[in-house]
């Protein structure tokens, strides 16, 4: 007894039937409701920079985070996968300045600097819907409800703790 050999004269097609069962049986979620019991295994993914399209490299390391994920849940334990979203950095100032055709710090000033992180923030999700779908075309599981935004004050605040208990042990040098 074997499987039936597969048409692959369509793959586009095949994908859409695949993504389409994936959504109708909930896979996501039902792995996550057949563990939840387990003993937890959280995983913060390391979060990219959504004012980017994402490449082939990034396949290749979602799928590494993935199968980690996976082997997990396979161990029988609660997975949360927590989506988190990079939204500080050279490269979204970067953007910006040459979306603006502006350069350094008087240009910025000029502009006004409450102006010019409107403008950043604006930027930093300019591809989520593109991540979003990659993500679920590779299969890579995440809660996309709840993620991590690092330009929120609840996500600085705790890297600041975090840093400030890691001081007080005299684990910082």
Request: with cysteine; net charge negative.
């Amino acid at each position: 007894m074997g499987y039936a050999p597969l048409d692959v004269s369509d793959l586009a097609e095949i994908e859409r039937g695949l993504l389409e069962l994936w959504r109708s049986e909930q896979l996501f979620h039902r792995a996550l409701e057949a563990t939840r019991g387990g003993r937890p295994f959280v995983f913060y993914e390391g979060p990219p920079t959504a004012n980017g399209r994402p490449g082939i490299h990034h396949v290749f390391a979602r799928t590494v985070k993935d199968l980690i994920c996976r082997y997990h849940t396979m161990l029988g334990e609660s997975v949360t996968r927590i989506a988190g979203w990079d939204t500080h950095g050279l490269p979204v100032e970067i953007e910006v300045e040459k979306e603006l055709k502006i350069s350094g710090k008087a240009d910025i000033e000029a502009l006004g600097v409450a102006e010019f992180n409107r403008r950043c923030k604006e930027s930093v999700f300019r591809y989520k819907g593109e991540w979003e779908s990659l993500s679920e075309r590779i299969g890579y599981w995440l809660d996309y409800d709840r993620p991590y935004v690092t330009y929120t004050n609840e996500y600085m605040e705790s890297v600041w703790w975090l840093l400030q208990q890691l001081s007080h042990k005299g684990l910082l040098y």
